[in-house]
């Protein structure tokens, strides 16, 4: 079984700052990795995703994430954030097994964006 | 483009009601799934489909039916509404995996109450 630990429920950044949201998988296979935003009473939208290749991938609103496999972390990053960024935010990992395209989520990270 | 459409968006159900809520897809795709969103859990899947007549547990399944009797559609009943059921609902879709990993499309969730 897989699954995945979204460290910190609550992130606060200023305005400008670097924003670090950190996710760590469980996988007896090799992973394909998402990230997802959810905005307030809206639902989940594809920030990035990793499946093979170039271990660092960048998305959409400035936000990359690096796929390190012996630390078997996916950490979001953005240098610098925007007040616009204030969402809750899901790393997920895609479970092959049985057919289908099944999702495993985290418990997902609060961020909240201070001036 | 229409892609993911969950209906209803709201709904208030007494215990032990039943009803349906809707999902279509007009992106072709062959499979599609129910996750319940709650606060502090994440996502978590309650069914999946990998084509029209196919359909599976996933790690919620108890007190939720669903059927996939064409393609594009994939409703999820509930059969005798408790107040645990009370959640967000999102419909996802997408096409078979390829070696890219498919992005797995959502609606835009159902928020159900159950009183």
């Known amino acids: 079984a897989q699954s995945v630990t979204q460290l910190g429920s609550h992130v606060s950044v200023s305005e400008g700052a670097l924003v670090l949201l950190r996710c760590n998988y469980s996988?007896?296979?090799?992973?394909?990795l998402f990230w997802y935003v959810q905005y307030p009473n809206q639902g989940l939208q594809l920030l990035l995703k990793?499946?093979?290749?170039?271990?660092l991938v960048k998305g959409i609103n400035g936000f990359e994430a690096e796929f390190k496999k012996s630390e078997t972390s996916f950490h979001l990053t953005k240098p610098s954030a925007h007040m616009s960024d204030a969402a809750e935010y899901f790393c997920?990992?895609?479970?092959?097994?049985?057919?289908?395209?099944?999702?495993?989520f985290g418990t997902g990270t609060q961020l909240k964006v201070e001036l | 483009n229409a892609g993911v459409t969950q209906t209803p968006k709201f709904q208030v159900l007494k215990t032990g009601q039943s009803m349906t809520l809707q999902c279509a897809q007009d992106?072709?795709?062959?499979?599609m799934s129910w996750y319940r969103q709650d606060p502090g859990m994440g996502l978590r899947l309650i069914h999946y489909s990998v084509g029209a007549g196919i359909t599976d547990q996933g790690e919620v399944p108890n007190g939720y039916n669903v059927s996939r009797s064409t393609t594009e559609d994939f409703p999820l009943r509930l059969l005798s509404a408790a107040p645990s059921q009370t959640s967000v609902y999102f419909c996802?879709?997408?096409?078979?995996?390829?070696?890219?990993?498919?992005?797995?499309?959502f609606g835009e969730g159902s928020w159900l109450t159950v009183v």
């Open positions: 997920a990992v895609s479970d092959l097994t049985g057919g289908g395209n099944k999702l495993t």
């Open positions: 996802a879709s997408s096409a078979k995996r390829t070696s890219s990993g498919n992005t797995i499309y």
């Open positions: 996988s007896s296979v090799p992973p394909y």
């Open positions: 990793y499946t093979t290749g170039a271990t």
């Open positions: 992106m072709n795709h062959e499979y």
